[in-house]
């Protein structure tokens, strides 16, 4: 399946609709999850996709009946992933939940039947055709269409495909160990340096003055909502510049290698700690190392999470420890006499460790893990460290 996005210009009343039909589905979702809540708390009966969907007919009148099953297929879906991560041992979090208006933002067509009716004017049952700006055409057999108002007032379409003719990216050979870092974004063990775009910190920088902004108007007031929306289109170029960079990135990497070695940072934890959070997801490490995963996996090659333990403190050339803030950048080792960059000496280390852990497969890292075994307090604090200095912007 392949996923692919474009921005439509909807006249002023299929707007309108859209809205409306939004608002409806989002009503419509918390009604279902409500029966199915007290179904089950009343005589344990788990009301089944088709029981959802029987209970949707007629309730809204504005949206295509197609676009109604979608809603009871959502909550479906929710309970499905939900169990899915209960049984992982992920823990009781992500219950389904009623949906508050604004957090319900698109529609879906579940089957195209007309695939012919995607194009420069893209058809959506009962609001219309609409402009497209098909900057690329769709390869594959186009099964669901998406409609999606985005925060910043846009809206957008996504058509999911299956067999998509795309050419698949073919991975290299080799290994390399990266190094994620605030000095640099990615410093690889062949001393290569990637740096985000500069455009970001102007961003970044308006970013800050727009959130203060916001945070001086009124609650519910209508200078507030505008001042929402300013902010939201800020956020919606910060992540285009971030996607665009990232994807390439990651394509960059994989051609030339086959195995990627970076740390297992548990960035989603985090996250958590609010006064990083801003810093840390600005930086997007998690990002990025999701993208990698998913574009290596796509491609037959692999990435690897290692244990960051004292991969900046050590010595790549001898294994001493050389202890050093972050404010000092360059690694010197007065045993071996070893004098890099402290980034490229991390991620040396990172590839070593990654090597190590594949010849003992009982050391090896799981991938994707969430945990956070594989990092040190001590690590987590330097991470903090480095993420303050990252506050300034
Ligand atoms: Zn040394």
């Known amino acids: ?190 001393g290569e340096f990637f740096d985000h775009p500069k455009p970001m910190k102007g961003m970044a920088k308006k970013r800050k003055t727009l959130a203060r902004e916001f945070s001086k108007t009124t609650k519910r007031s209508n200078n507030r909502n505008k001042a929402r929306i300013r902010l939201a289109i800020v956020d919606e170029k910060v992540a285009n510049v971030r996607n665009d960079f990232g994807w390439k990135l990651c394509r960059k990497f994989i051609e030339k290698y086959e195995t990627i070695y970076l740390e297992n940072l548990n960035v989603r934890g985090m996250v958590k700690n609010h006064c990083l959070a801003g810093a840390i997801t600005d930086v997007s490490w998690s990002d990025f190392t999701n993208k990698l995963s998913f574009k290596a996996e796509s491609a037959g090659g692999k990435v690897v999470k290692v244990n960051p333990k004292n991969t900046s403190q050590k010595c790549s050339g001898c294994g001493d420890i050389v202890k050093k803030t972050l404010a000092i950048r360059t690694h010197n080792c007065l045993n071996c006499g070893l004098k890099i960059d402290r980034d490229i000496n991390a991620s040396i280390n990172i590839l070593t460790i990654g090597k190590i852990g594949l010849e003992q497969p009982k050391l090896t890292p799981e991938r994707d893990e969430a945990s956070t075994d594989g990092i040190s307090p001590k690590q987590v604090l330097s991470m903090k460290q480095e993420a303050t200095q990252l506050v300034r912007w």
């Open 1 to 190: 399946m392949k996923t692919y996005k474009y921005r439509i210009y909807p006249a002023k009343s299929q707007a309108i609709a859209i809205d409306e039909n939004i608002e409806q589905s989002r009503q419509l979702y918390n009604e279902l999850l409500s029966l199915k809540k007290d179904a089950y708390k009343k005589d344990k009966t788990s009301l089944t996709r088709f029981d959802l969907i029987k209970k949707t007919k007629g309730k809204n009148k504005e949206a295509y009946s197609q676009v109604s099953q979608n809603v009871a297929d959502r909550i479906n879906k929710a309970y499905r992933n939900f169990f899915a991560r209960v049984k992982r041992g992920e823990g009781k979090k992500g219950f389904p939940r009623f949906k508050k208006y604004g957090k319900y933002a698109s529609i879906t067509l579940p089957q195209i039947v007309n695939p012919e009716k995607i194009g420069k004017k893209t058809y959506f049952p009962k609001i219309g055709w609409l402009n497209t700006k098909y900057h690329r055409p769709i390869t594959g057999t186009p099964k669901t269409l998406t409609i999606k108002k985005a925060k910043s007032g846009k809206y957008f379409i996504t058509i999911s495909c299956a067999n998509p003719t795309t050419e698949r990216l073919k991975h290299g050979k080799g290994e390399i160990g990266i190094d994620l870092g605030l000095n640099h974004f990615v410093t690889t063990s062949n």
